[in-house]
């Protein structure tokens, strides 16, 4: 009777200190993620395509046929999250499925286990002694007590069952949570996208209401916003080599991912976004290593880039940028991509509208335009 109390008392021990979990279906996440990565190929082709487009950039039809491959492009990228979310969706519903008929079957052998506790109860209660005394024979005798063992040995088989119910369980549960913040973040991405291509569409019109069509007026246009652009360029240049030889005299201390303001529209934007450049020893360098790498956070979440490092096409109205711009929605919050002081909080009417500049030591300076005001 002391030995069946003891491995009673041990299973209940071992059944209590379990945590729930669910099942997964590795042949459908496979399926899924191979899915997924074809969708970013078509929309990595598609991006290509565009940024060829860009440099060849010289007359109006030239950007109207810009505009237009854009407008397709990003239509495209839409079609193409939409069908993402979908899957995700539908990923999520399996595994959700999955994960009731789980619980279920987890819950069938967890009654079993407790009958099977039940009877060694009962069985503990009766000795050695008794158990020969009740029996007729000394072969009924062994019987029963191979009859004990036996419900023993099914409580251990049915433990080792419950264990690897509840570890599918939770593994299937962490997908499922891992899957449903894809979702979050794609649809994110679909506001995104759907409001540059409400942009893109916007200066589409916008340049041939200023232009009227005439490729002298187009001309003349590109000239004007290139002098203004340069000229707001040369004046940010002065701002951050002047910070950059006095060094972090002013401003508030910022952690990594704080919020120092909000995406807008100020100064000359072409549509509302960030504009993010990095400053190395008082020199724009191209931001995206840096941020690929880690020794700068991005500065927004859920958005996608509109205007890389390097030439552009013209409606950025400059002839080279000297960082990347990132839509994630008006008003998204914007976050510090490293810890730094905010040495500059100003506005630049004809450029970068309100900006702020962040030192962040070992000669590196963060910009950060077209904020809210």
């Not at 009654?111 to 072969?139: C, F, P, R």
């Amino acid at each position: 009777m002391s030995r069946n109390r003891r491995l009673l008392l041990k299973v209940i021990l071992g059944f209590l200190i379990f945590t729930v979990a669910i099942p997964a279906n590795a042949s459908t996440l496979d399926n899924k993620k191979n899915e997924l990565s074809q969708i970013q190929n078509q929309i990595k082709t598609l991006e290509n395509g565009l940024r060829e487009k860009k440099s060849k950039i010289n007359t109006l039809n030239d950007q109207i046929a810009y505009f237009d491959t854009e407008i397709s492009t990003v239509t495209e990228e839409i079609d193409l999250t939409i069908s993402q979310i979908n899957k995700l969706q539908s990923e999520i519903k399996s595994l959700n499925a999955e994960i009731k008929k789980t619980e279920k079957k987890l819950k069938e052998a967890q009654e079993l286990l407790k009958d099977y506790l039940t009877e060694i109860y009962s069985q503990g209660k009766t000795s050695a002694l008794e158990m020969i005394v009740s029996s007729n024979n000394i072969s009924e005798y062994m019987n029963q007590m191979e009859y004990t063992e036996t419900l023993q040995e099914k409580v251990n088989n049915q433990v080792t069952t419950i264990k690897d119910i509840k570890a599918n369980l939770d593994k299937n549960k962490s997908r499922a949570e891992q899957e449903n913040k894809k979702l979050n973040e794609t649809k994110t991405q679909l506001t995104a996208k759907k409001t540059s291509l409400d942009n893109t569409k916007a200066e589409k019109q916008k340049l041939l209401d200023m232009t009227f069509g005439e490729e002298q007026r187009f001309q003349d246009l590109l000239t004007a916003s290139r002098n203004k652009e340069a000229a707001a360029e040369r004046e940010i240049q002065n701002i951050v080599s002047s910070l950059y030889n006095r060094g972090s005299t002013s401003g508030g201390q910022v952690s990594t991912g704080a919020i120092i303001g909000y995406q807008g529209n100020t100064g000359y934007s072409t549509g509302t976004h960030l504009h993010f450049t990095v400053f190395k020893n008082g020199v724009a360098v191209d931001p995206l290593p840096l941020l690929n790498n880690g020794t700068f956070n991005w500065p927004l979440s859920g958005f996608i880039i509109t205007q890389y490092y390097g030439k552009p096409n013209w409606n950025a109205a400059y002839s080279f940028h000297n960082g990347i711009d990132l839509s994630a929605g008006y008003g998204a919050p914007i976050h510090a991509a490293a810890p730094g002081t905010v040495v500059t909080d100003g506005w630049m009417p004809n450029g970068y509208g309100h900006y702020k500049v962040v030192d962040h030591g070992n000669g590196y300076m963060t910009l950060y335009g077209h904020m809210k005001q």
